[in-house]
C-alpha cells in the first residue's frame, strides 16, 4: 500500500511544488514492482544471493507465500531496506513473524546506552483490526496505570508492585467500581500479588476482586466486573479557565484516533472540531494542550489538530515533511478547515503550552514540531519519546497477517530532526516527590492537578499552593516506576491513511 495522501483529502494535500515528486516517486514504485515480477517470471532469481537449501520461497505453502509478500514490500519500502540480510540469510519456512522481526533493522526502534531496547516496525492478526488506541477497548477495566517496584527503608525491592490510575475511562468496570486517578491498586484477590509475570491482571480478565487504598484511608475491597468493550474516545476532556483577561483553552487528547472505527471513521475529528469552536466563540487567548499520556496514531487526526491551533498568518504553511528510502521526499501543509463550525483559534498571545511525558511520542511530536517554526511551543514535563518516523499498513486479505513496517522519516518546515526527543522548556514530573510534594494526583481537569496547575501558573504568573503528603506514597514513590500502561499500544510512528482512503 503506498503512502501518498489521496489528493482530494484536504488532510493530505500535497504542496504543489511537490505534485512533480509524487508522480516520479509512483512511477519509479510501478517500475521497480513489474520489473521484479517480470524477472521471476522469466525464472531469474529475484535477488542476486541463491537462497540456501530448504529456505528457498514459492513452493505453495501459505506461510511462505506471506514470507514472500513481507520480503518483497520490505525490499522496496522499508525505510532501512538496505539493512535487510540477503535473502539466502533469511529462513522462509519461519513463522511470519519471526520471519518479519528477522528482517528489522536495529535503526528501527530505539538505542538507548548501546542496547537496543524495542523495534517501532511491528505486526499483528488481521482479525477484526480496529484503529490502535492506548487502551485494548475491546477488552478491558477502562483504566490506565503506572506500576511502581516496592521497596523497604532501605531500598531493596520487596518482590511485587502496586499500580496508580492515571485516569478511568467513563461506562467502564473501573468506573463501576468507582476507580479515580490517584487510586492505587495494591494487590488482586487480597493478596500484595502484582508482579512483573502477571501484571497483565489489571489490563483484562474475569470479574475479581482489587485491594485498594486512596490518600491515607484505609485499604478497601472491591469488586470489578469482567472487561469489556469500552469506548475510548481520545478526547478526554476540555474546559475553559477564566484568570483576569486569560481565556485559558485546556484539552487531554490521549490518541490520534479520527474515530472508534479506525481511518475512514472521522466521528473524534468532527468532534475535535467542535470543542475548538468552542474554545473560539468563548474568546479563548491561551491554550494548554496536554499530550502526556498520548503514544501517536494517524497523520490525519494529528495535522487536524496542528490546523485548529496554528496562528491565522502561517495556516498555509508546511505541517510536515516526510522523506522516503529513495531519497524522495513531499510535504502536506496544515489542513485548516473553515465550513461548519469549524474555525481558526487565535491565540493572541501566539504561544502554546504542551504537558508531555516519556510517552509522549510519534503524532504527539509531530504536532510539537510542525507548530515550533510558526508559534512560541512552551514544553512542560518529560523529554518524549523522539519517534520521528511515519509506517504505513500493509495488508493482503488471501493472508490473516498485517504488518506495519516503517518507511518514512518525519521532519518539519525547517527540516528539524526530534529523534532525540523534545527537551521540555520547564521540566516538570508529576512522580518526582522534590517536585510534587503533595503527591496528589488530582483529577484531569482540576485547575490545581499538578501539571495542569504548573502552566496555569505560568500563564498567570500567581504561583500554587502546596499541600501535606500522604504516607502511602512517601514509602511507595521512592521505587522505580517500571512499568506504564500506556506504553502498550503506543503506535510504532505515526500512522499514514492508505492511498485511496479519503478522509
Not at 479506525?262 to 468532527?270: A, I, K, L, P
Not at 495556516?315 to 524522495?328: E, I, L, P
Not at 504537558?355 to 512560541?376: C, G, H, K, R, Y
Amino acid at each position: 500500500i503506498a503512502y501518498y495522501p489521496h489528493p482530494k483529502s484536504c488532510i493530505y494535500k500535497l504542496n504543489s511544488r511537490n505534485d512533480q515528486n509524487r508522480r516520479i516517486m509512483k512511477e519509479n514504485f510501478q517500475i521497480h514492482i513489474w520489473l521484479g515480477l517480470l524477472l521471476c517470471l522469466l525464472g531469474m532469481s529475484c535477488s542476486d544471493d541463491t537462497p540456501a537449501k530448504g529456505n528457498e520461497p514459492g513452493n505453495g505453502n501459505t506461510e511462505l507465500e506471506v514470507n514472500e509478500w513481507i520480503e518483497s514490500v520490505m525490499r522496496s519500502d522499508y525505510l532501512w531496506n538496505n539493512d535487510i540480510p540477503a535473502q539466502n540469510k533469511l529462513d522462509f519456512s519461519a513463522d511470519p513473524q519471526t520471519f518479519f522481526s528477522s528482517m528489522l533493522s536495529l535503526k528501527d526502534g530505539k538505542t538507548r546506552n548501546g542496547k537496543h531496547l524495542y523495534y517501532y516496525s511491528y505486526m499483528e492478526k488481521n482479525k477484526d483490526y480496529k484503529a490502535r488506541t492506548s487502551i485494548d477497548a475491546d477488552d478491558t477495566y477502562g483504566m490506565e496505570f503506572t506500576l511502581f517496584n516496592v521497596v523497604n527503608d532501605s531500598n531493596q525491592p520487596l518482590g511485587y508492585y502496586y499500580a496508580r490510575i492515571l485516569y478511568v475511562l467513563p461506562n467502564s468496570p473501573a468506573s463501576s467500581a468507582g476507580l479515580e486517578r490517584g487510586d492505587w491498586i495494591v494487590g488482586v484477590k487480597g493478596k500484595n500479588n502484582i508482579n512483573s509475570d502477571n501484571y497483565g491482571i489489571l489490563l483484562n480478565g474475569d470479574r475479581t476482586q482489587w485491594l485498594v487504598k486512596r490518600g491515607d484511608t484505609e485499604v478497601r475491597t472491591i469488586d470489578i466486573e469482567a472487561s469489556r468493550a469500552v469506548e475510548d474516545n481520545p478526547l478526554f476532556y476540555h474546559n475553559v479557565y477564566t484568570r483576569g483577561d486569560k481565556k485559558i483553552g485546556y484539552l487531554v487528547y490521549n490518541h490520534f484516533t479520527p474515530g472508534p472505527n479506525g481511518y475512514s471513521d472521522r466521528t473524534y475529528d468532527e468532534e475535535m472540531k467542535k470543542i475548538f469552536a468552542g474554545f473560539q466563540a468563548q474568546g479563548v487567548n491561551e491554550f494548554v494542550l496536554d499530550l502526556r499520556y498520548n503514544g501517536g496514531g494517524y497523520e490525519n487526526s494529528a495535522n487536524m489538530l496542528a490546523g485548529l491551533l496554528i496562528p491565522e498568518a502561517s495556516r498555509k504553511k508546511v505541517f510536515a515533511v516526510f522523506s522516503d528510502n529513495k531519497g524522495q521526499s513531499y510535504s502536506n501543509d496544515f489542513c485548516v478547515e473553515t465550513k461548519g463550525t469549524a474555525g481558526y483559534l487565535k491565540l493572541n498571545s501566539n504561544r502554546i503550552y504542551i504537558l508531555t511525558s516519556q510517552s509522549t511520542a510519534s503524532s504527539s511530536e509531530v504536532v510539537i514540531n510542525s507548530l515550533n517554526p510558526f508559534m512560541d511551543v512552551i514544553l512542560i514535563g518529560e523529554l518524549t519519546e523522539g519517534k520521528n518516523v511515519g509506517m504505513e499498513m500493509q495488508k493482503n486479505d488471501k493472508y490473516e497477517w498485517m504488518y506495519w513496517p516503517i518507511t518514512l522519516r518525519v521532519t518539519n518546515a525547517v527540516n528539524y530532526d526530534y529523534s532525540a526527543g523534545f527537551k521540555p522548556d520547564i521540566e516538570w514530573n508529576e512522580y518526582d516527590l522534590t517536585q510534587n510534594p503533595t503527591d496528589a494526583l488530582l483529577p484531569l481537569g482540576d485547575p490545581d492537578e499538578f501539571m495542569l496547575g504548573k502552566a496555569i501558573s505560568l500563564i498567570t504568573g500567581v504561583k500554587r499552593s502546596a499541600r501535606g503528603m500522604n504516607t502511602l506514597s512517601k514509602s511507595i514513590m521512592r521505587g522505580e516506576s517500571v512499568y506504564q500502561s500506556t506504553e502498550r499500544h503506543a503506535t510504532g510512528g505515526m500512522l499514514m491513511v492508505p492511498e485511496g482512503k479519503d478522509n
